[in-house]
């Protein structure tokens, strides 16, 4: 007796999945679809591209993973989350499927070899994320046995699915997912490997400080682009022995004196507005020309973070009051001096 289900063309399998998708929403699931797209390539980005090139060199993989590629194309993985050593996803198929998929952490003795021989070559986490790399960084990056990706060994299937083979079609679909998700969400790459990306540009930074005074070539902020960026008003002072000029923080009139000459209150930003939408956050975002992750930056949280705050569209946030006070402070900043204060803070 045949075990499988009937045959479902292309089309009924989407039908399947637009009502699987609104069902699982109905049921309250936080979905993060990975949405239908043409074309050839499964990725774009230097992170998503060298995440399905990593796969597709494994004899273990290569014969198996183009069988999931029109069901990743077709929009038929209803749901990818990347955590910590694990993704979890949801495949539409002649019915819903549960993907579990588990990765060996990076082993530290790998990841601390990878910190020393990217040392000094990385000039900021955005050219991180954004594969701004050397050749040189890519090949380590990269590299088959002592790079950031996992090789088959470290990675644990399971599909809930009749098919008994060890990499079926909906497991090859979630695998590319993947790397389609890198795309957007290059920082997803360390947290499934179980590292803090920012520890490759902690080491480049330490490097670089090492340096003597005279051939530091970090950049430093002008007193007027910091008042710009944090909404500080600092002057400078200079003694009468002449320099060394020192920096004085403004914070409003002497409270100490008995009387204080009355000064008006500075006018409101005409523009700034306060934020407190998902759709107020994506305004927000597009008006300083930035992607989620360079958003996130500046607004001290993650990019799933932005990315899920956008998607409430214009539903009341809960925020908290950290984020909320964030958010307003950046609300009246112009995008010249929302870059200011991204490349500031990497």
């Known amino acids: 007796m045949d075990d499988y289900q009937p045959y479902v063309t292309a089309a009924q399998r989407k039908l399947l999945a637009q009502k699987q998708i609104k069902a699982l929403k109905a049921e309250g699931y936080d979905l993060q679809p990975i949405e239908p797209f043409g074309g050839n390539k499964i990725a774009k980005s230097f992170w998503g591209h060298a995440w399905c090139r990593h796969l597709e ?16 194309k077709n929009g038929f993985v209803c749901h990818l989350e990347i955590t910590p050593g694990f993704v979890h996803a949801l495949v539409a198929g002649s019915e819903r499927y549960e993907i579990n998929i ?3 952490p990076l082993p530290a003795k790998t990841w601390d070899h990878l910190k020393q021989r990217c040392s000094g070559k990385i000039g900021s986490l ?6 701004k790399l050397s050749s040189e960084v890519m090949r380590i990056v ?3 046995q002592d790079g950031l990706f996992p090789s088959p060994k470290e990675i644990q299937l399971s599909c809930d699915c009749p098919d008994y083979a060890d990499l079926c079609k909906h497991l090859a679909a979630v695998l590319y997912g993947i790397g389609r998700r890198l795309d957007d969400q290059p920082e997803l790459l360390f947290t499934l490997r179980g590292v ?4 490759l540009v902690t080491d480049t930074l330490g490097s670089t400080l090492q340096q003597s005074p005279g051939t530091s070539k970090r950049r430093r902020l002008a007193p007027s682009s910091l008042t710009d960026i944090f909404g500080v008003d600092l002057t400078l002072e ?28 500075p006018a409101k930003p005409t523009s700034a507005k306060t934020i407190t939408t998902g759709q107020h956050v994506t305004q927000l975002r597009e008006t300083f020309g930035m992607t989620e992750y360079e958003f996130a930056i500046i607004a001290e949280v993650s990019a799933t973070t932005v990315r899920n705050w956008e998607s409430k569209g214009p ?3 809960r925020l908290r009051a950290p984020n909320s006070a964030t958010l307003q402070t950046l609300a009246p900043l112009t995008p010249e001096a929302a870059w200011d204060r991204l490349n500031y803070l990497v």
């Open 196 to 199: 803090d990306q920012a520890e």
């Open 315 to 317: 539903t009341t946030l």
């Open 126 to 131: 955005i050219e991180l994320l954004q594969g």
């Open 238 to 265: 200079q003694s009468e022995e002449g320099p060394p000029s020192k920096v004085r923080l403004d914070l409003g009139p002497d409270r100490t004196a008995q009387k204080p000459t009355p000064k008006s209150p």
């Open 57 to 72: 060199a494994f004899s273990d993989y290569e014969n198996r993973l183009p069988r999931g590629r029109s069901y990743l």
């Open 142 to 144: 990269t590299d088959p």
């Open 102 to 104: 588990s990765i060996t």
